[in-house]
C-alpha cells in the first residue's frame, strides 16, 4: 500500500488555513465545534459527488436478517454471501435487489423495477415471471436497515461493497491532499456567510468582498477547487483507490 499518513490532512490542518482567512483564530465568532462539523460536512458532500470514499465490510447474519445500515453508507455496490472469515469470490454468492421485499418475506407480484437489459433477475422481461427465480439470495433497503430473504440463513455473513460518506473528523490525518482546497474553501465560505450576518454595517462590504472571493474559489464551474476536486478523483487509477480505502479502513474498521 502506497497511501500513508503523509497523504492525508488533518483537521487541524485545514483549521490552521481556516481561522486566518475569517480572523477567528480564538474562536470568539464560532466554535471549534462548527468549524469540525463544516470540514465533516464538506467531506460528505465531496463523498457523494465524488465517490472518494469506498468501503467495503462483512457482518455475521443476525437471526432476524435484519442489518442496521453503518453510518454513511450509501450506493451499494455489490453484495455477497459467504462463510468462514475471508470472502472468497469462488465460494461466495451474489444478493440480489428486490425492491417491495419488506420484513424478511416475499410475496407474488413484488418486483424490481424493469431496467431493460441490466442483469436483475428479479426484472420482467422476454415473458418470464422472474419468480420463478426461486432459491436466489434478495435483500432491500428500508428505515437504514439491510433486510434479507431469509435463505440467506445459509450462510454466515455478508460481505457488502459501497461508497461512504467519509470518517468522522479527528486528529490523526485524515482529509486527501487532493481534496484539502476544496474543503477549506467550503469551510471559508460558511463561515464568512455567518461573520457577515454577525457584523455591523460598516464591516458588511468588506467582508462581502471577501466572501465573494473565497465562493469564486469554490464554486468556479472549470477551475475552482470543488470542480478541480471532482476532476482529480475521476483521475484516480484503481492503484490509487485502492490504497486509499485500504488507508481508511485501517483508520475506522
Not at 434478495?138 to 470518517?167: D, R
Not at 475552482?224 to 490504497?243: C, Q
Request: proline letters at 3%; aromatic letters at 14%.
Amino acid at each position: 500500500m502506497n497511501a500513508s499518513k503523509f497523504n492525508f490532512v488533518t483537521a487541524n490542518e485545514i483549521l490552521a488555513d481556516v481561522l486566518k482567512l475569517v480572523r477567528d483564530a480564538d474562536f470568539k465568532l464560532l466554535s471549534r465545534g462548527y468549524y469540525i462539523s463544516q470540514i465533516q460536512q464538506a467531506l460528505e458532500e465531496l463523498a457523494f459527488d465524488t465517490y472518494f470514499d469506498e468501503k467495503h465490510e462483512a457482518f455475521d447474519i443476525p437471526e432476524n436478517f435484519r442489518i442496521e445500515m453503518p453510518k454513511g453508507m450509501f450506493n451499494i455496490k455489490n453484495m455477497y454471501l459467504f462463510n468462514g472469515d475471508i470472502c472468497d469470490i469462488a465460494s461466495s454468492t451474489p444478493v440480489w435487489y428486490k425492491a417491495n421485499f419488506i420484513n424478511g418475506k416475499s410475496g407474488s407480484g413484488y418486483v424490481a423495477n424493469n431496467k431493460g437489459n441490466n442483469t436483475d433477475p428479479f426484472t420482467r422481461r422476454l415473458g418470464v415471471d422472474p419468480m420463478l427465480n426461486s432459491g436466489l439470495y434478495y435483500y432491500a433497503i428500508q428505515n437504514g436497515e439491510i433486510m434479507l430473504s431469509s435463505n440467506c440463513g445459509n450462510y454466515q455473513k455478508l460481505f457488502v461493497h459501497y461508497n461512504g460518506t467519509g470518517g468522522d473528523v479527528g486528529e490523526v490525518p485524515f482529509i486527501p491532499l487532493f481534496l484539502r482546497q476544496a474543503v477549506k474553501d467550503y469551510v471559508t465560505v460558511n463561515a464568512l456567510e455567518v461573520r457577515i450576518a454577525e457584523s455591523e454595517l460598516s464591516e458588511m462590504s468588506r467582508w462581502s468582498n471577501l466572501l465573494s472571493y473565497h465562493k469564486n474559489n469554490l464554486e468556479e464551474h472549470y477551475d475552482g477547487s470543488w470542480a478541480k476536486a471532482e476532476k482529480r478523483v475521476r483521475k484516480l487509477d484503481m492503484k490509487e483507490r485502492k490504497d486509499i480505502k485500504e488507508y481508511m479502513q485501517k483508520m475506522y474498521y
